[in-house]
């Protein structure tokens, strides 16, 4: 068995306590595609200062509050991903301009209709850049205790700014993988 065997659409990789790369530290990643050529995810809780009116101000007035670009990862980052949340009742397969990634959630073309999209969704978050691992990186990455590989949900991608998401995802996995959740960011102030 591989270690990224669990890793799939929709799945979150979260940085062990002692990940201590500064792109990476107590991050919560959502993985948007996996596959033996590589992984894309995005940083769920890396808020920049930067508002999405200001980049993309069709989009500003739709994005979950806070309405901040997210910093999604080190690569790219003038590239601008968009991840949204469906209402219940609307069919992904019928709606122009999104692409699935794992139940309600989906991918935004940032070219379409923004008041064509927005009464179909019930949030979206902006991201600057990405997360990106080539074949076998992330196996690789998993196996030396980085990353822990769990099962995220619709709202993660929506998490307030304020909320610790790192601590949350945690708490909910039960033990031992709770206990973590009590890592203090740093050690020597323990």
Known sequence: MR?????EP?????????LTDSNFKRTVVYVIDHR???????????????????VLPAWGPHAT??????????????????????RTGFDLESIDGLVGVHGPVALIDLDSDPDDLAPKVRGLRVFAGYSGWGEEQLA????????MVVSGLP???????NTDLWGR??????????LLSTFPTDVRLN
């Open 65 to 86: 509050k806070p309405q901040a670009i997210y910093i999604g990862g080190p690569v790219e980052q003038k590239t601008a991903l968009c991840l949204a949340a469906l």
């Open 155 to 161: 709202d993660d991608i929506l998490s307030p700014a």
């Open 169 to 178: 995802v945690l708490r909910r996995q039960g033990m031992p993988l709770a």
């Open 3 to 7: 270690p990224d065997d669990e890793v």
């Open 36 to 54: 033996p050529e590589g992984t894309l995810g995005v940083v769920l809780n890396r808020p920049s200062e930067v508002a999405v009116h200001d």
């Open 140 to 147: 690789g990455e998993i196996d030396r205790g980085d990353w």
């Open 10 to 18: 929709g799945s979150l990789l979260v940085a062990a306590p002692s």
